[in-house]
């Protein structure tokens, strides 16, 4: 496999990890933040507004995952779990200071 299959695998792993927040909110029918609120990522958008950015990051994270060749074996199997880990460590972090203590 070439390096850009790699980054592919990455970042199919942080686009597919990153739907879920938004997609589990949106069918709850809850607010919650996305880059099209005001300000951008801190203030909530609506339900529906999440559940379309949810399905834009399943898209793309499925065509990375389709081009980056996921299944091809153990390394790109690990570099896509690795985008997944470092996209919910970050925002495990980012969404635990917007929490009231």
Not at 15 to 39: C, E
Not at 54 to 79: C, D, E, K, W
Request: charged fraction near 5%; charge should be positive.
């Amino acid at each position: 496999m070439h390096w850009y299959n790699y980054v592919g695998c990455f970042f199919a792993g942080i686009f597919l990890a990153n739907a879920v927040p938004h997609f589990v909110h949106g069918i709850s029918g809850d607010s919650f933040p996305s880059p099209f609120a005001k300000p951008p990522g801190n203030g909530l958008s609506s339900a529906p507004v999440n559940m379309v950015w949810a399905l834009v990051n399943i898209v793309i994270g499925y065509v990375l995952f389709r081009a980056g060749h996921v299944g091809s074996g153990t390394p790109a199997v690990l570099v896509f779990f690795a985008g997944i880990a470092v996209i919910g460590l970050w925002m495990s972090v980012e969404f635990q200071k917007k929490q009231p203590r």
